[in-house]
């Protein structure tokens, strides 16, 4: 896929564990911020449907930006 205006972008299509693939990609390549989504799930929710973006968040060596692209204006 390539991505106008993003001329470092690489994308990549792993096996596995997302988060932990997530991970693995990020020490591999030596990247210094991880950018992702997430639909902020709280309290149960969470518990139930589980988390990429919180494993990641809990246990990357670099800052995790989390986006949610489900809201449309910032407050």
Do not use: C, Y
Not at 10 to 30: C, M, R
């Amino acid at each position: 896929m390539k991505l106008s205006g993003f001329p470092n972008h690489e994308s990549k299509v792993v096996i596995g564990d997302p988060a932990d693939q997530i991970l693995k990609f990020v020490d591999e390549q030596g990247i210094d911020l991880i950018i992702m989504g997430t639909h902020g799930r709280k309290g149960l929710g969470l518990t139930w449907m589980g988390s990429v973006a919180d494993h990641v968040i809990k246990n990357a060596a670099v800052p995790v930006l989390t986006v949610n692209p489900l809201r449309t204006k910032a407050k």
